[in-house]
T-cell receptor
């Protein structure tokens, strides 16, 4: 596809369950970012990758959150033992290059709306 | 540490009015990047502009213009002759980092209502 895709678009789960959110970046894009956006707030940085290497995970709230991008393309954000406070929109973005240059706009996916009951 | 402040939570204007959305940032880096994104009611995030810290030249794109002033750490966004389709939440964002990609911090957003 032409843009960043995410699946599922909506996920409802019960507290305590694990969830895996998938991001399929634009083909060939080097960098991939995960954000969380609560209602009425701006996106909050979680982590990012260049190729398969996780460069910064300082935004992950706690050790229940993890992310991987094993082959430098698709990425999975996993939340273990979900809690109600994890409910939010989880957004993925990709950019063509690593580092700052004129091509390094981040293209955002549509997001996965996670609801933890 | 990075910080982006959008002090205006909501702004309401009548169509054809000009409106300026404020953005103030904090950073200790000398190299950084500033962005504006639009989030319409449909929910997607739409890139509007990117500006690096070494380029203080203001930019105009159609009805949109941006005023970057390092002296006041501000990157304000003006919509001239606003239209109903401009109604959205607008986010200002800041990225630091020279190599290896960069972490982006978003402001809380300003919700713009443009009434017909």
């Amino acid at each position: 596809g032409a843009g960043v895709s995410q699946s599922p678009r909506y996920k409802v789960t019960k507290r305590g369950q694990d969830v895996a959110l998938r991001c399929d970046p634009i083909s060939g894009h080097v960098s991939l970012y995960w954000y969380r956006q609560a209602l009425g707030q701006g996106p909050e940085f979680l982590t990012y990758f260049n190729y398969e290497a996780q460069q910064d995970k300082s935004g992950l709230p706690n050790d229940r959150f993890s992310a991987e991008r094993p082959e430098g393309s698709i990425s999975t954000l996993t939340i273990q033992r979900t809690e109600q406070r994890d409910s939010a929109m989880y957004r993925c973005a990709s950019s063509p290059n690593a580092g700052p240059n004129s091509d390094n706009e981040q293209f955002f996916g549509p997001g996965t709306r996670l609801t933890v009951l | 540490a990075q910080k982006v402040t959008q002090a205006q939570t909501e702004i309401s204007v009548v169509e054809k009015e000009d409106v300026t959305l404020d953005c103030v940032y904090e950073t200790r880096d000398t190299t950084y990047y500033l962005f504006w994104y639009k989030q319409p009611p449909s929910g997607e995030l739409v890139f509007l502009i990117r500006r690096n810290s070494f380029d203080e030249q203001n930019e105009i794109s159609g009805r949109y213009s941006w005023n970057f002033q390092k002296s006041t750490s501000s990157f304000n966004f003006t919509i001239t002759a606003s239209q109903v389709v401009d109604s959205a939440v607008y986010f200002c964002a800041l990225s630091e980092g020279i190599t290896g990609g960069f972490k982006t911090i978003f402001g809380a957003g300003t919700r713009l209502f443009v009434k017909a």
